[in-house]
């Protein structure tokens, strides 16, 4: 009993849910008058179902009106019924039920089963928003790892200390532990996990703008998944080296990585990535001028999203309508579809921004600069404005990147304009503005509204050339202010 077991769990480590809830059910069957091994066995069944994502059934197994014959199983009994919740997203169930697995991990004096309920833990916080107290919970954990040998424990501990610091984009210190729980998962040949953590790696280099490793990162997550038969990792490593392609401006090699992630999400019935993969498509389309493609792929995409009722893929689905409608000349249809997205309520900021830099463009292109200013000056005010944090890590992902492009527009304008000097006050409080909204989320103190003159007071007291870089895509700048009195700054490069 004891092999099989061990066997079975050995199995849901290396990610065979399948084999192990066989095993573990096999066993089950065969565990007789054993309460202890009846009820270990029972709680083995019910982990593989959480991992497998079938937690209902889970959560129907755990039900038992008997308890267990043990506290240490008591324990592991509330610690998968607080994980099932969480999975549910009843997170005040969940925070209640792991309450007491860890009151229970404490009075059988089970140092292991204490670290894994911290383990658990930690996860809930940090999906709470509560992130330093989801570091203090998984470091606890780790150092009760340190006198128990228990690698696979200790990996996942690391792991998910990597993950925590990756939410609040702290790349460098995710890079350090994701980097040591690889390593772990690697000894011990649990490949699913390895491949997990190189992908989350990739997504810390591409946060690093470390555009290279990111690609090479997700190119082998893809692979390891592919060899191990995980479509559904394998789909989203897949389109996320798509996207890397897609900011360097590799549209058709964007274009090929999305339609193999759309195929894999099409042969999974995954309608949700389904829509998001044709969003995606619809974009890259887009961007090399294939404009029906584009059309077809947002149709199909706002179509799916629609019967799903995803609000807020339909918003980004009406952004693209309106972006094709632009490339078109559609002015008027364009202008309706932009100004609809600005009065729609939305958790995600996101589009909202990214319409208002679509009408900036859409009258800089129609010549109407005035019109544009109104827009970037209304973006500008709206991001000022903005006090609540935003609370899903997904919709700050996206807000962050909106607010580079809108920078880079609203840069590009204005230098357009011959307005060098207010170019670089704006690229300088973006700066500023973009590093709070990483390290805050949007609360805290307001940032530093700089002035070109301030620049040129610095410089000249302190009798040194300051040089402002912005890189960019299409158009890079360099800004020379110098000590000199009244004189112009001079045009970026």
């Not at 609203?410 to 000097?421: N, P």
């Amino acid at each position: 009993m004891a092999g099989q077991y061990q066997q079975a769990e050995k199995l849901l480590q290396q990610g065979d849910t399948k084999q192990a809830l066989s095993l573990a059910d096999s066993a089950f069957q065969r565990c007789g008058s054993s309460l202890e091994w009846c009820w270990r066995l029972r709680i083995l069944r019910a982990e593989v179902l959480v991992t497998s994502r079938q937690e209902e059934a889970a959560l129907k197994l755990l039900e038992d009106p008997n308890s267990p014959p043990t506290i240490e199983l008591q324990g592991r009994r509330r610690m998968h019924q607080g994980w099932a919740r969480f999975f549910l997203s009843d997170y005040a169930g969940a925070e209640k039920l792991l309450s007491q697995a860890h009151a229970l991990a404490e009075a059988s004096s089970s140092p292991e089963l204490v670290a894994e309920v911290e383990l658990r833990q930690g996860g809930l916080l940090a999906k709470q928003g509560r992130f330093e107290d989801a570091e203090a919970v998984l470091r606890h954990g780790l150092r009760i790892t340190s006198d128990l040998h228990d690698a696979y424990l200790e990996a996942n501990l690391k792991g998910n200390l990597g993950y925590l610091f990756f939410q609040r984009f702290r790349y460098e210190e995710a890079i350090y532990w994701l980097q040591r729980a690889y390593d772990l998962f690697a000894r011990l040949g649990v490949s699913n996990a390895a491949a997990r953590t190189i992908g989350n790696l990739g997504v810390c280099y591409y946060g690093l703008g470390d555009s290279e490793k990111a690609l090479a990162a997700f190119e082998d997550a893809t692979a390891r998944f592919s060899k191990a038969g995980d479509m559904r990792n394998e789909q989203n490593w897949l389109g996320n080296s798509g996207s890397v392609l897609f900011d360097a401006q590799d549209f058709p090699a964007a274009i090929d990585r999305y339609k193999r992630a759309l195929a894999i999400a099409e042969e999974r019935k995954d309608r949700y990535s389904t829509a998001g993969w044709m969003s995606n498509l619809a974009v890259a389309s887009l961007r090399i001028g294939q404009l029906d493609a584009a059309e077809k792929y947002n149709a199909d995409s706002l179509a799916i999203n629609r019967d799903l009722q995803e609000h807020t893929g339909e918003l980004y689905n009406r952004f693209n309508s309106a972006s094709i409608a632009a490339a078109r000349k559609q002015v008027g249809r364009a202008e309706e579809l932009f100004l609809s997205i600005l009065n729609s309520a939305s958790e995600d900021p996101a589009p909202a921004l990214q319409a208002q830099q679509g009408l900036a463009n859409l009258y800089v292109e129609a010549g109407e600069p005035r019109k544009a200013e109104a827009q970037f000056q209304s973006a500008i005010a709206t991001i000022e404005s903005r006090q609540a944090g935003i609370t899903k890590e997904d919709y700050k992902i996206s807000y962050l990147a909106s607010l580079v492009g809108f920078y880079r527009s609203y840069v590009d304008f204005l230098v357009g304009r011959g307005e060098s000097g207010e170019a670089l006050a704006v690229a300088e409080s973006s700066r500023a503005r973009i590093l709070r909204e990483r390290l805050t989320n949007g609360d805290g103190a307001d940032h530093a509204s700089w002035r070109a003159s301030q620049f040129q007071t610095l410089a000249r007291s302190s009798k040194r050339i300051f040089l402002s870089y912005w890189l960019a895509p299409k158009q890079s700048y360099v800004w020379a202010i110098t000590p000199r009195s009244g004189g112009k700054l001079p045009d970026g490069d």
